[in-house]
Structure formats: structure tokens, C-alpha cells
């Protein structure tokens, strides 16, 4: 385990855009690299914690739909005024892009697929 | 035999979306009309007569449009349909297209290529960006255009079409890592957009296709070619020295 510490403090310090980013679940909540890391230097949880990063960008697709809709969550709480996501022809707010992930639609199901395709990069920077 | 060093622009904007895909390809049709005749259809000019007006009188080898798409359809101003799959894709026989459309790639592009068009970059998903500000300025929108661009500047400059798709993956990479590194409380986002669009996007038909003559390699600084006379000479002295 003692080896995990070491790598993710360099992933989050290589990648701070991936640091807060929900990659899996510990005891029902969802956890960042970043909350990962902290947990792992207290000793919290840490079978768990290590099975999170093992699994991440692998989860079962229940898991992904609550992960993509905390990690929108997250998004829409943050201070600063948000970008909108355009498609040609078309955009979409951050909250609209939630609530299509809670309906878990046409739209909603893309936006899971792209956040599968982030997690699967931060899985291998990981790595 | 569509000809040579001649492009068609079709850049419609009737929209905020369209807004950044027509200021980035305005960008992409200035580069190119430094080595390329460019036709551009700017805003309400993209329409489908005058695409297929352009096709008939201008005849290019590159084309490179954008607009409203599904795998079956591609459209251009206001969202009227040019192409759907099996009709209207045959207007591409000989040529090099780069459809910047949503999920394009996952039945036209193919269609069109099977129709007898030379290479055609698509998406097989809807191609998505974040932005905030307007498109000149805002900091987000740039990666993803510049690397759809760097297709177009890449063929411009005599590039095959797999050299163009190689660039283009380069340019994504390094954006996708200068996001990384970014700590802009949405850069995840930006990266989450940037990630899709560069793995959903495709190049089908012909790797080897260009659409304008490569510029011959100018020697860098330092790798000045040494005349012929010259070389003879140092070996000469060089051999005399031996015996």
C-alpha cells in the first residue's frame, strides 16, 4: 500500500485538473484522487481506498451513473461562473447536462460515455 | 478529376455553436488561401445550392465543412440538409473532405467513401466543446478547433491524409496535457469534451492522398547543404592525407 502514496501525490501534483474528480465509492461516498490520498495518509479506509484506484475507469455501469452525476454535482457547486457545452447546432448548460444524466436519456447517456473516456485517462496516468 | 490546390469552405453561423466553428474555420480557410484557391461560404453564403454550385464550377480536391449532422445527415446553414447517406455523398468522388459534424463518421463518411470520395475525416460521436466567452477570446474553445485545423493546415502544407490525422492526434495530446496541468476549476470538463472529440474522431478511405504539393524541406540553421564542389574537395585532401 505504502507505494500508493508516492504515486498518486505525483499524479495529483502532475495533474491537478484530475485531482477532484469522483473515481469510485468508499463506505456509500463518492472520492476524489485527491480525498484518496488524504485517507491513505490517515490510515482511513485503506483496503477500500486502495480497491477504488485499482478499479478506477473499470467500474460497473450503476456505479459510472452515480459517479457522472456526483461528479456534475461537483461541478455546478463550484464558486465561479461555469462554462456551457456546446454541440453543433446546439448547447447546454451544466445543469441541463445533469439533469439529462438523472433522466439518464439519449444526451444523458453520452455524457456518461465521455466522462468513462475521463476516467479512463486519469486511470492511466494513474498507472 | 477534381483539381488540385483548390478548397471549398462551407462555415455557416446561425448560432451560438456554430459561432466557434465558424470563426476557428475562418481561421483554417485565411491559412490555407496562402497556397491553396479558396472558396469559402461564409455564414447565410453555406447553403446547399451553393455547396453543390461550388462542387460543379470549382471542382476542388479539398472541402472542409461544418455544420448540424447525424450519422445519416449533414447540413449547413440554418440546419439545411446537404448530404444524407446514400444521396448527395456521391458529389465527392476524387476528394478529400473534413466534416466537421456530429457523428458524421458512424454512416455517411463511410458512404461517402464507398461512393468513390478519396479520404474523409468525421466524428462517430457528437462533437462537443465548452466555452464561456466569445470565440476570439475564450480560452477553453481554442484546443479543440485548433486540432480539427491542424488537419486542414497539415493537408495545405502537402501532407498526406494520415500525416494530417497524426498531427491532429499530436495537437489534441498536447492539449489534453496542457489541461491536465491546469488548475481552472473546470478544466475537467474542458478535458472530459477534449478526450471524446479526439477519440471519436476518424479518418476513412485513402492514407496516402494529398490535396496540394508538399513545399520542398528548407534546410534548418545549421544544415545548410555543404556544395558538391566542397565535399569533393575535403575528400581529396582527406584521401591525400591516407597515402
Same mark, same amino acid.
Given at each position: 500500500?505504502?507505494?500508493?502514496?508516492?504515486?498518486?501525490?505525483?499524479?495529483?501534483?502532475?495533474?491537478?485538473?484530475?485531482?477532484?474528480?469522483?473515481?469510485?465509492?468508499?463506505?456509500?461516498?463518492?472520492?476524489?484522487?485527491?480525498?484518496?490520498?488524504?485517507?491513505?495518509? /490517515?490510515?482511513?479506509?485503506?483496503?477500500?481506498?486502495?480497491?477504488?484506484?485499482?478499479?478506477?475507469?473499470?467500474?460497473?455501469?450503476?456505479?459510472?451513473?452515480?459517479?457522472?452525476?456526483?461528479?456534475?454535482?461537483?461541478?455546478?457547486?463550484?464558486?465561479?461562473?461555469?462554462?456551457?457545452?456546446?454541440?453543433?447546432?446546439?448547447?447546454?448548460?451544466?445543469?441541463?447536462?445533469?439533469?439529462?444524466?438523472?433522466? /439518464?436519456?439519449?444526451?444523458?447517456?453520452?455524457?456518461?460515455?465521455?466522462?468513462?473516456?475521463?476516467?479512463?485517462?486519469?486511470?492511466?496516468?494513474? /498507472? | 478529376? %477534381?483539381?488540385? +490546390?483548390?478548397?471549398?469552405?462551407?462555415? @455557416? !453561423?446561425?448560432?451560438?455553436?456554430?459561432?466557434?466553428?465558424?470563426?476557428?474555420?475562418?481561421?483554417?480557410?485565411?491559412?490555407?488561401?496562402?497556397?491553396?484557391?479558396?472558396?469559402?461560404?461564409?455564414? !447565410?453564403?453555406?447553403?446547399?445550392?451553393?455547396?453543390?454550385?461550388?462542387?460543379?464550377?470549382? =471542382? %476542388?480536391?479539398?472541402?472542409?465543412?461544418? $455544420?448540424?449532422?447525424?450519422?445519416?445527415?449533414?447540413?449547413?446553414?440554418?440546419?439545411? #440538409? *446537404?448530404?444524407?447517406?446514400?444521396?448527395?455523398?456521391?458529389?465527392?468522388? $476524387?476528394?478529400?473532405?473534413?466534416?466537421?459534424?456530429? !457523428?458524421?463518421?458512424?454512416?455517411?463518411?463511410?458512404?461517402? *467513401? &464507398?461512393?468513390?470520395?478519396?479520404?474523409?475525416?468525421?466524428?462517430?460521436?457528437?462533437?462537443?466543446? *465548452?466555452?464561456?466567452? =466569445?470565440?476570439?477570446?475564450?480560452?477553453?474553445?481554442? $484546443?479543440?478547433?485548433?486540432?480539427?485545423?491542424?488537419?486542414? +493546415?497539415?493537408?495545405?502544407?502537402?501532407?498526406?491524409?494520415?500525416?494530417?490525422? =497524426?498531427?491532429?492526434?499530436?495537437?489534441?495530446?498536447?492539449? #489534453?496535457?496542457?489541461?491536465?496541468? &491546469?488548475?481552472? %476549476?473546470?478544466? !475537467?470538463? *474542458?478535458?472530459?469534451?477534449?478526450?471524446?472529440?479526439? =477519440? $471519436?474522431?476518424?479518418?476513412?478511405?485513402?492514407?496516402?492522398?494529398?490535396? &496540394?504539393? @508538399?513545399?520542398?524541406?528548407?534546410?534548418?540553421?545549421?544544415?545548410?547543404?555543404? %556544395?558538391?564542389?566542397?565535399?569533393?574537395?575535403?575528400?581529396?585532401?582527406?584521401? &591525400?592525407?591516407?597515402?
Amino acid at each position: 500500500m505504502a507505494f500508493k502514496i508516492p504515486k498518486l501525490t505525483s499524479f495529483i501534483s502532475a495533474n491537478p485538473a484530475l485531482a477532484d474528480v469522483p473515481i469510485g465509492y468508499v463506505k456509500g461516498i463518492a472520492i476524489t484522487p485527491r480525498q484518496a490520498l488524504a485517507m491513505l495518509q /490517515r490510515g482511513e479506509a485503506v483496503k477500500e481506498v486502495v480497491a477504488v484506484l485499482s478499479a478506477a475507469g473499470m467500474d460497473p455501469i450503476q456505479q459510472d451513473w452515480k459517479l457522472v452525476e456526483d461528479y456534475y454535482i461537483k461541478l455546478l457547486q463550484l464558486p465561479s461562473s461555469p462554462p456551457t457545452i456546446y454541440v453543433i447546432g446546439e448547447e447546454m448548460t451544466l445543469s441541463e447536462a445533469l439533469s439529462h444524466i438523472q433522466q /439518464r436519456d439519449l444526451i444523458g447517456q453520452q455524457l456518461l460515455r465521455s466522462y468513462q473516456g475521463l476516467t479512463r485517462e486519469m486511470a492511466r496516468r494513474m /498507472r | 478529376m %477534381p483539381r488540385e +490546390n483548390v478548397a471549398l469552405f462551407a462555415r @455557416p !453561423s446561425f448560432d451560438r455553436a456554430t459561432a466557434y466553428s465558424n470563426y476557428y474555420m475562418g481561421l483554417a480557410a485565411a491559412y490555407a488561401s496562402r497556397k491553396m484557391r479558396v472558396i469559402d461560404l461564409d455564414k !447565410s453564403a453555406a447553403t446547399k445550392s451553393n455547396i453543390f454550385a461550388s462542387l460543379e464550377e470549382n =471542382d %476542388p480536391i479539398f472541402c472542409y465543412f461544418n $455544420g448540424h449532422g447525424n450519422a445519416d445527415t449533414f447540413s449547413a446553414h440554418d440546419k439545411e #440538409i *446537404v448530404m444524407v447517406t446514400c444521396n448527395g455523398d456521391e458529389s465527392l468522388i $476524387g476528394r478529400v473532405l473534413l466534416l466537421l459534424s456530429c !457523428s458524421c463518421g458512424i454512416r455517411l463518411a463511410p458512404s461517402a *467513401v &464507398s461512393k468513390g470520395a478519396t479520404a474523409v475525416y468525421g466524428w462517430v460521436v457528437d462533437f462537443t466543446w *465548452v466555452a464561456t466567452d =466569445d470565440p476570439g477570446t475564450d480560452v477553453y474553445a481554442a $484546443g479543440y478547433f485548433e486540432s480539427v485545423n491542424a488537419i486542414s +493546415n497539415a493537408l495545405v502544407e502537402g501532407k498526406t491524409t494520415q500525416e494530417a490525422m =497524426d498531427i491532429s492526434l499530436a495537437s489534441w495530446n498536447q492539449w #489534453i496535457d496542457y489541461w491536465t496541468r &491546469s488548475v481552472d %476549476p473546470y478544466a !475537467s470538463q *474542458v478535458l472530459q469534451w477534449l478526450i471524446h472529440d479526439r =477519440d $471519436g474522431q476518424k479518418l476513412f478511405g485513402s492514407t496516402s492522398a494529398r490535396v &496540394s504539393t @508538399p513545399a520542398p524541406p528548407t534546410p534548418d540553421v545549421g544544415e545548410i547543404p555543404v %556544395p558538391l564542389p566542397f565535399m569533393t574537395g575535403y575528400s581529396i585532401l582527406f584521401l &591525400s592525407l591516407l597515402l
